[in-house]
């Protein structure tokens, strides 16, 4: 939006952000992401490709945007994502336009992603992208909350562990991190974050229209 450059109440719209959640599985990421999705009407999930087949209830488009393999390496191929990877046999990739397009109308977007894809994406779009890390307060709770989630094995759990340990060694390379030791307070800082960062200089282009207009006056 370019505005009304006429006087100095010209005000613009801001460009949206992308929030990238990252935390060990079992540490509430997703609850936290849905629920500030749910308080925030310019917030929205950002949705991933992939070669998998959609599960009982999966709607396309929706839950994923499910795209045969040979159009998923074409899209690669022309760059059209942030960054992908193959996991258990499928592909998965984050596709820039939906995205961008969010963006450009001021919307900012949630990405529930591991470290990986997070240091991809900050790598990509590295003035879009602001990263929070959620740890949870023990392991011991994370593995209670595994256990509680499926009666898996314990060699599968211990897995999950081992998994989850690899998560966390990354937490450094977040620009905050949030302790979920109470939920509603990490909300709340998820909230601080993301309300703060709206006002970044960076996210207002119409900044430097209104200051030469302001400085014309
Ligand atoms: P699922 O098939 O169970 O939905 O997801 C399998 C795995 O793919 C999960 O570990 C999930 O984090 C990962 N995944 C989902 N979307 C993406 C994506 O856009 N990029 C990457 N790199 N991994 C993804």
């Avoid at 719209?13 to 929030?19: A, C, I, N």
């Avoid at 996991?87 to 529930?112: M, Q």
Wanted: no cysteine.
């Amino acid at each position: 939006m370019s505005g009304d450059l006429s006087g100095p109440v010209f005000r613009g719209q801001r460009r949206g952000l992308m929030f990238v959640l990252s935390s060990p599985s079992g540490a509430g990421k997703t609850t936290l992401s849905k629920r500030l999705i749910a308080q925030n009407p310019d917030l929205v999930l950002s949705m991933s490709a992939t070669t998998r087949a959609p599960r009982p209830g999966e709607v396309d488009g929706q839950d994923y945007m499910f795209v045969e393999e040979g159009k998923f390496l074409d899209m690669a191929g022309k760059g059209e994502f942030y960054e992908w990877a193959k996991v258990f046999d499928n592909y998965y990739g984050t596709p820039k336009a939906p995205v961008e397009e969010a963006l450009s109308e001021g919307r900012d977007v949630v990405f529930d992603i591991d470290w990986q894809g997070a240091r991809a994406l900050a790598k990509s779009a590295p003035a879009d992208v602001v990263r929070v890390f959620i740890l949870p307060p023990s392991l011991k709770l994370l593995r209670d909350r595994l256990n509680k989630r499926a009666q898996d094995s314990e060699e599968i759990i211990t897995g999950r562990m081992a998994r989850a340990k690899e998560e966390i060694e990354h937490w450094h390379e977040y620009d905050y991190v949030v302790l979920n030791d109470d939920f509603s307070r990490a909300l709340e800082k998820l909230s601080e974050i993301l309300h703060a960062e709206r006002l970044k200089r960076n996210r207002h282009p119409w900044l430097s229209g209104f200051v030469e207009a302001l400085m014309n006056e």
